[in-house]
């Protein structure tokens, strides 16, 4: 973990040259120096936070084991997955960065760089307000990451809307930070950024507390990643899906399981987040129509039709028998998204 410098002594005598740790008084956490580069007005581009499309699991375990983490030899028991999976999947299943995700979790908890499993069970701050505890529903490494990636994928989608946030923030609108400054993000990344932590902090060129990382703690650690590992940021392959769980082709529409809005594969990338289907779609993964649920259900829901026929949600929403997805929880077209027996 980075120290701050001990800060020159005035007036004569020795220098105490003892480097002096400053501690963040929102998540007790030790702040690196503070550089005071960023622009607190646009602290990172909408493709930092939902890009790395092309970031595989091996790559965050290489990375961790760089780090020294002690989350290169966690395996979450909730999930069954190890800790680099869950940082890469449940990213992507909200078109989240897992590098920003990485970022995000050093700059809450710093089990990046941390050999302990000191606040694990609140990885990311998520669902844990400042000055008090974390909501229990929230509690736990996987839970932590899928709450955060959701909670940034439903900021970003207000504003792809044209919608503020929860809290307010709107891409080229002004708005006090707790700080307080006076912040016009000038992106939608910014403005999430804001809405999930609502202070500028030590980092940025203007306004900033020397006492809290704040949301320019994201620019600053999230700059130092990428350029730490040789990371594959994109993919010219087709677009990776959480909902589908698998690399779509270029082209390739998805209904989100996250928030069933239609995103398109666009260079590597899934733009969109509409509504309506797109209307070029090459081939789509729309929400399957169960009679037996009364609702629209994600591609790769398995739902139990009789007591001898289970089925599973595929491409352009038609439903595959899954013969022993009741057993395995895998059907035709990959792991069950869900499972609903008679």
Not at 158 to 187: F, H, M, Q, Y
Not at 217 to 241: H, V
Not at 275 to 303: A, E, I, Q
């Amino acid at each position: 973990m980075l120290l701050v410098p001990a800060l020159l002594a005035a007036g004569c005598g020795p220098l105490d040259e003892t480097p002096e740790p400053v501690i963040d008084e929102l998540t007790g956490q030790v702040l690196q120096e503070a550089t005071t580069k960023y622009d607190m007005h646009r602290l990172l581009e909408d493709s930092d936070v939902t890009g790395g499309t092309g970031i595989t699991p091996a790559q965050v375990q290489a990375f961790l084991q760089q780090q020294g983490s002690y989350l290169a030899g966690y395996t979450d028991p909730a999930y069954g997955k190890t800790a680099a999976t869950l940082i890469v999947e449940r990213s992507r299943a909200s078109n989240i960065s897992p590098l920003y995700m990485l970022a995000r979790i050093q700059g809450e908890s710093s089990l990046i760089q941390s050999g302990t499993s000191t606040n694990l069970s609140k990885a990311t701050g998520c669902g844990c307000p400042d000055g008090s505890g974390c909501d229990a529903q929230y509690v736990g490494f996987g839970k932590q990451v899928e709450c955060a990636a959701k909670k940034m994928r439903g900021y970003l989608t207000d504003l792809e809307a044209g919608r503020a946030t929860i809290s307010g923030w709107k891409t080229g609108v002004t708005k006090s930070t707790s700080d307080p400054c006076s912040v016009k993000p000038v992106n939608n990344a910014t403005a999430a950024l804001y809405t999930y932590t609502p202070w500028v902090g030590a980092y940025a060129i203007q306004c900033g507390r020397t006492t809290v990382g704040g949301s320019s703690l994201m620019a600053s650690i999230y700059n130092r990643y990428k350029t730490a590992y040789p990371w594959t940021l994109t993919t010219t392959e087709g677009c990776y899906s959480g909902t589908v769980d698998a690399t779509v082709p270029e082209g390739s529409c998805v209904q989100s399981s996250s928030d069933a809005l239609w995103r398109q594969c666009s260079q590597g990338v899934f733009i969109g987040g509409t509504t309506m289907k797109p209307s070029n779609c090459n081939v789509s993964f729309p929400y399957c129509v169960s009679t037996r649920l009364g609702r629209g259900v994600p591609t790769r829901t398995c739902v139990q039709a009789s007591s001898t026929l289970w089925q599973q949600c595929g491409a352009e929403g038609v439903w595959r028998d899954a013969p022993g997805a009741d057993t395995t929880g895998v059907g035709p077209v990959g792991t069950c998204y869900a499972t609903y027996a008679l």
